[in-house]
């Protein structure tokens, strides 16, 4: 699948703006704060309806405007031609269409389109607490497959509805709670223990295209792996039973897949808490790379790559290694500074307060 042009209007420091994108490496240069950031954050909504900077879609909209709107014209692996409409209201719903026809599930778009994304953040992963982990590993889960999208979806929507009524209760229970509960704990252990299936089988999967990156980006072996920690133990359904009069006192559901943790070690020791800086460094991109790997080998077609001004944050090792070992498919890359000379692009942009004009 390729992104072939892309309006966006009324989107963040955006009036009105229109590009081109290459099918190889689209470059987007410009100062800090100009907006290049803006433009990935754009494809990034549009194919997952989540922003990779982890923003409300509300914030998205230009100051003073009633509406953003994202529009993309592509063309799917199979030769099909898309357009793909997303309008973020101020007020009301976001509404998206594919070819006219209405999107309103994320498993829908995950059908058609894969992303990675590489960005400044990417050291979060290791550093940062487990639900950053869990929403790294879900969002591949949900590219997967519509099978995979499924699970998480319905478990996110059981785990509400628990919530909710765990909410209300107050600390305690009436008798038709208990039992609106028992049958919410059923289906919450049924979606709670196939979104772990799926899980724990993608670590699986992806584990040997992670050391494998690894070792290629640090230019070193090294023991890497991953280890998915369950915050429960045996039958899930049993432990919501147990862990029941806890979770009626606190209001939230305690134990299940969305306390569950994922760890990497480098070498049997904990990256995110012995592993160097430039270790951390080169897991992350090993992360990315395998992502992408993956997901074009599972797939069968290449996902779009993002590259959000990434080389200001690497040394000159890790940049040429990282160049040396970008997937061959589209990509479109942001940088403040000089174009590294080893970065063949297609297509070059210029951006300046908002305004994008085409270098070559």
């Not at 699970?151 to 209300?168: S, Y």
């Not at 709670?192 to 072996?221: D, F, H, Q, W």
């Not at 940049?319 to 589209?330: D, I, K, T």
Request: hydrophobic share 40%; aromatic share 6%; proline share 2%.
């Amino acid at each position: 699948m390729n992104i072939e042009r892309l309006w966006l209007t009324d989107f963040r420091n955006y009036e009105s703006v229109e590009i081109e994108l290459s099918s190889g490496v689209t470059v987007v240069h410009g100062a800090n704060g100009q907006g290049k950031s803006n433009l990935l954050e754009a494809l990034s909504l549009l194919m997952t309806k989540k922003s990779f900077r982890g923003a409300n879609t509300e914030s998205v909209i230009r100051l003073g405007a009633e509406a953003a709107v994202i529009r993309a014209e592509a063309k799917a692996a199979d030769g099909r031609e898309l357009l793909i409409e997303m309008e973020i209201p101020r007020a009301g719903r976001l509404r998206m269409q594919v070819n006219r026809n209405s999107v309103t599930r994320r498993k829908q778009l995950a059908e058609l389109f894969a992303l990675v994304v590489f960005s400044p953040d990417d050291l979060i992963l290791i550093k940062g607490g487990p639900g950053e982990r869990r929403d790294w590993l879900d969002d591949l889960v949900a590219q997967a497959g519509a099978k995979q999208g499924a699970a998480i979806e319905e478990f996110e929507g059981v785990l509400k509805q628990r919530n909710a009524l765990l909410r209300n209760a107050e600390g305690y229970l009436s008798k038709s709670a208990a039992e609106t509960l028992d049958v919410i704990d059923e289906q919450l252990a049924s979606a709670g223990s196939e979104l772990v299936s799926e899980r724990t089988k993608l670590i699986n999967e992806l584990s040997p295209y992670i050391v494998k990156a690894y070792e290629a980006v640090a230019e070193a072996a090294a023991g890497i792996s991953i280890e998915y920690q369950a915050s429960f133990e045996g039958e899930l359904l049993s432990s919501l039973t147990s862990a029941r009069e806890a979770d009626v006192r606190r209001g939230t559901s305690t134990v299940g897949p969305h306390r569950d943790e994922i760890s990497f070690s480098i070498n049997d020791m904990s990256a995110r808490l012995y592993g160097s800086q430039g270790e951390q460094r080169s897991l992350v991109l090993a992360l990315r790379l395998a992502a992408h790997q993956w997901l074009t080998e599972t797939r069968k077609d290449a996902p779009l790559l993002l590259l959000d001004d990434v080389f200001s944050e690497l040394d000159e090792f890790r940049r040429r290694a990282l160049v040396a070992h970008l997937p061959e498919s589209q990509t479109v890359l942001t940088t403040a500074s000089d174009i590294p000379s080893d970065i063949h692009a297609a297509a070059q942009y210029e951006v300046k307060n908002g305004e994008i004009s085409r270098v070559y």
